[in-house]
């Protein structure tokens, strides 16, 4: 038999086992029983060893790194020294304790209420080579830190990469586990879904020194590896009764991204291009109605994706669009109604949030045919639309969202309340797996596993592998 024909039914058979694997009889899809013993949900400690200051006088601390470009061959090095400016300077190089170049950034602080935060740098580094790891190196004298990073393959459809996606984090012993795990899982590049510290259920001067420590917290992997960032409503820290009064003030002094190159006005809305996917970050908490300059924004970005080198189209936020919690239940549905129909025209492969402190992954739905007089209510199969799925559940303070509505929708394929992080890995043009790990009382399951065909370039090949056979048959090729 030719291989085209074995290809074309062992795709056949593998969507049979997906569809039978996550359908129930009678059932929209599934909700998990499992409980895990609840560990408790307070910050770690100040004087923990994972929130430790480095040694040293004006060492520099809260290390972390950003895609700095829109095709990944860049990166912005951001982080803090806490006694006075020092240098802006990195030093980075090929081989280790050798720094052949040089890039210099800038520095500044804030202040909030009577907190007056460290000097905060943000370090340019452009110019990379894919598929490279490069070393760094900085501060002053016996102060000084090394670490490396690693750059992504070229943007080609068939460029391999693995996503870890984070959402809700804080500084729990939950979510230090989440964090272990994430670093044990593969992940090359983490796309964070928004509320990042938990700083803001902190008064006075605690708001920034729980910054402080989050920043040191995430070192161990963000120093490493580009962590995308998106805001969440933990952010906005609207605080009148202290005098503070401007929305994402500390999150914007700290966090660096490369809106710029996406021809974004703002930071808060931008998009990157990295190996095979195309990444857009939108803002719940920023206006989106029509002629809003997000709005406007993402009618530009979305027809500059070329599908031909990015298969995969990913967007990122914090809200959740479809959600099936009774925490923030239909919180999301007014982004939903501005731009569903522009996810379903460009076949948005995944839509990922958190916002929700638990996990849930819908099948491909859309509700577009809704208005408020048409008498369409309910969301339906579309299989050009996205996969909708919330990560909330990394291990705040907060604790989790276990109270799901009942019956299940139609729209939820799986969703459990519990503790974890997802990864998404894009193997080719054609596939792509997502899994969530679980945190099971400090080990990491894998709870919810799924293979995805790209919509474009799956259908394509199959089309291609059957006119191969067609024309093998009359002779026309060989093979």
Known sequence: MAFGLWFTLFELLLKLFLILAFVKKGSAGITSTFTRTKWQSFDIPLDHKVLAIPNGYN????????????????????????????????????????YDFKADGTVANYTFYNYKSGYIHHCLVDGLEYEIKYYYKIGEGHSSREFWFQTPPKIDPDSPFTFGIIGDLGQTYNSLSTLEHYMQSGGQTVLFLGDLSYADRYQYNDVGIRWDSWGRFIERSAAYQPWIWSAGNHEIEYMPDVGEVLPFKSFLHRFSTPHLASRSKNPLWYAIRRASAHIIVLSSYSPHVK?????????????????????????????????????????????????????????????????????????????????VSSGYRYPVPNKSAPVYVTVGDAGNQEGLAGRFRDPQPEYSAFREASYGHSTLELKNRTHAFLNW???????????????????????????????????????????
């Open 437 to 479: 790990h679980r945190n099971e009382d400090g080990q990491k399951v894998h709870a919810d596993s799924v293979i995805f065909l790209n919509r474009r370039w799956a259908s394509n090949l199959r089309r291609r592998r059957l006119k191969e056979d067609q024309l093998k048959a009359r002779g026309k090729i060989d093979f």
């Open 59 to 98: 060492a520099p601390q809260q290390v972390h790194i950003t895609q700095g470009d829109y095709d990944g061959k860049a990166v912005m090095i951001s982080w803090v020294t806490a006694d006075k400016p020092g240098s802006s300077r990195v030093q980075y190089g090929t081989s280790e304790n050798k």
């Open 291 to 371: 002629y809003t300059p997000q709005w406007l924004w993402l009618r530009d970005e979305l027809k500059r994706v070329d599908r031909k080198k990015t298969p995969w189209l990913i967007i990122i936020m914090h809200v959740p669009i479809y959600n099936s919690n009774q925490a923030h239940f239909m919180e999301g549905e007014s982004m939903r109604a501005v731009f569903e129909r522009w996810f379903v025209r460009h076949r948005v492969d995944f839509i990922f949030a958190g916002h929700v402190h638990a996990y849930e992954r819908s099948y491909r739905i859309s509700n577009i045919r809704y208005n």
